[in-house]
């Protein structure tokens, strides 16, 4: 049963959190296990989801993309606030002002955009 809910829940993080969708108009319910989470759970949450999927969007291993995921998850979760860390607990993805960081991440180190 945790597995079924952390593998939905890097889905949902993969899917709208970790890579910045442009509107948060489409987003996925809220994630019920993000509630307690610290920032550096977060962060392996947002690395897991980046290599998952950099390595579809690059078509290479998931070792390959390690470093520039870790860059990514890093310093994103280490930009964002009090408040954009209480919004991702709230929800289980970034809110508008955290994925601005997070894309910003995204060009810093290297990664390729999902849309």
Do not use: W
């Amino acid at each position: 049963m945790g597995a079924v809910v952390l593998a939905g829940g890097l889905s949902i993080l993969a899917s709208a959190a970790a890579y910045a969708a442009s509107s948060s108009t489409a987003l996925p319910p809220p994630d019920p296990t993000a509630k307690n989470l610290t920032p550096y759970m977060i962060q392996l949450r947002a690395f897991d989801a980046c290599l998952i999927t950099q390595s579809q969007l690059l078509g290479t291993t998931r070792e390959a993309v390690h470093s520039p995921c870790s860059c990514y998850a890093k310093g994103t979760v280490n930009s964002m606030t009090k408040d954009e860390i209480q919004a991702f607990r709230e929800t289980g993805y970034f809110n508008d002002s955290a994925r601005e960081k997070g894309l910003a991440y995204i060009d810093r180190c290297k990664l390729k955009r999902p849309f």
